[in-house]
């Protein structure tokens, strides 16, 4: 038994390169002196993995609950059957079937208290998809399954930038009409509390981009920066939100000006992840802010092209477990500066000068 943090990190599309990222990263042992690795997945396929990359580190243990984890080393909880059929580098639908039970199984154990954060290797989103899993993406899933009526906001994140997404997986002829002033205002304030939250950053300084080239030029190459975007900025502002904006995407990348604010809010999903991966490199981080658990998954996807060639960086996979305990600490701590340090008192007033004191902590 441990009392290290216990990181559940599903399996993701077991054709692509989620075992390389995943069995690489727990055979360095300093990820399990900070925590308690568990794979769901199968261990079958995580030993035929790890004897092709030649790994020489203790095997994952298996287990049956997270509860049975050891401490000081990895473990899996076996969810697919034992006769999966892996052929890395070719989608197929026994993969996306594994990645969508992989998946069930640690949401499951993450709302039970059974886990404490969850880490996503990447799936396949076409194959995955089924009558269970109807979701464009893990974000979209994850808002429905640990909501519980919150929504979700996208942040990728490394140790030089964030960028949060307004809008997620949608068609490009769909962005403008999901824009409106009230979904950003929404989308700012969700932004500024992760930030503050989630990242210990007080009073953080957000940046808005425009939807248009050149953040529209005054309404000649569109008009949603004077009409949606910039009312939903001054609203926010207006509650004492720090946010600026609406700039133009290509001249506030180019220029550095993303090094003078704590968090990017970008229109669509290209506009704000190309840039990103682009200055992120390895080391970025897909997180999931807004919801009650917390989970995070490294920012590059299945990566066939390269799968089963031993080529596949870890260090994503690394800094997203490291971001989820942080992540994980640091709503502890938001958590105790933000509870009311004042005890509820009651006054009798049929005695002279007694105060019963309700407080649970007594």
């Given at each position: 038994m441990s009392d290290k943090i216990k990181v559940g990190i599903t399996h993701g599309d077991f054709n692509g390169i989620g075992y390389e990222v995943i069995l690489k990263m727990i055979d360095d042992n300093r990820i399990c002196e900070l925590c308690t690795p568990i794979i769901y997945g199968s261990a079958k396929i995580a030993a035929n993995y790890r004897k092709q990359?030649?790994?020489?580190?203790?095997?994952?243990?298996?287990?049956?609950?997270?509860?049975?984890?050891?401490?000081?080393?990895?473990a899996i909880i076996n969810v697919i059957g034992e006769e999966a059929h892996v052929e890395p580098g070719h989608p197929s639908p026994e993969a996306g079937k594994a990645a969508f039970e992989a998946?069930?199984?640690a949401v499951s154990d993450l709302r039970a208290g059974k886990i404490d954060v969850l880490v996503t290797a990447p799936i396949n989103k076409a194959t995955i998809h089924s009558e269970f899993f109807t979701f464009p993406g893990h974000t979209e899933y994850l808002e429905t399954s640990l909501g519980d009526g919150n929504k979700a906001l996208m942040i990728l994140f490394?140790?030089?930038?964030?960028?949060?997404?307004?809008?997620?997986?949608?068609?490009?002829?769909?962005?403008?009409?999901?824009?409106?002033?009230?979904?950003?205002?929404?989308?700012?304030?969700?932004?500024?509390?992760?930030?503050?939250k989630d990242f210990g950053i007080v009073k953080p300084r957000i940046?808005?981009?425009?939807?248009?080239?050149?953040?529209?030029?005054?309404?000649?190459?569109?008009?949603?920066?004077?009409?949606i975007i910039l009312p939903a900025i001054e609203e926010c502002r207006a509650e004492k939100i720090h946010v600026f904006g609406p700039y133009a995407a290509d001249g506030f990348f180019?220029?550095?000006?993303?090094?003078?604010?704590?968090?990017?809010?970008?229109?669509?999903?290209?506009?704000?992840?190309?840039?990103?991966?682009?200055?992120?490199g390895?080391?970025?981080?897909?997180?999931?802010?807004?919801?009650?658990f917390v989970r995070t998954s490294p920012d590059h996807g299945t990566g066939f092209?390269?799968?089963?060639?031993?080529?596949?960086?870890?260090?994503?996979?690394?800094?997203?477990?490291?971001?989820?305990?942080?992540?994980?600490?640091?709503?502890?701590?938001?958590?105790?500066?933000?509870?009311?340090?004042l005890r509820r008192q009651y006054v009798d007033k049929s005695k002279d000068n007694v105060v019963l004191d309700l407080s649970k902590d007594k």
């Open positions: 990359l030649g790994l020489q580190g203790p095997a994952p243990v298996q287990i049956h609950q997270p509860s049975e984890a050891p401490d000081g080393q990895a998946l069930e199984r490394n140790d030089v930038i964030r960028v949060a997404l307004a809008t997620v997986h949608l068609p490009v002829s769909k962005i403008a009409e999901a824009i409106t002033k009230e979904s950003l205002v929404e989308k700012i304030k969700m932004f500024n509390l992760s930030l503050n940046a808005v981009l425009g939807l248009n080239p050149h953040s529209g030029d005054e309404g000649l190459l569109g008009s949603e920066e004077k009409d180019g220029s550095g000006n993303y090094a003078k604010f704590d968090g990017v809010l970008a229109m669509y999903h290209d506009q704000g992840l190309a840039p990103f991966k682009t200055l992120a390895a080391s970025g981080v897909n997180f999931t802010a807004g919801l009650p092209d390269i799968a089963g060639k031993g080529e596949a960086d870890p260090d994503s996979m690394r800094q997203a477990v490291y971001a989820a305990i942080d992540i994980f600490r640091n709503r502890e701590n938001w958590a105790e500066r933000t509870a009311n340090p």
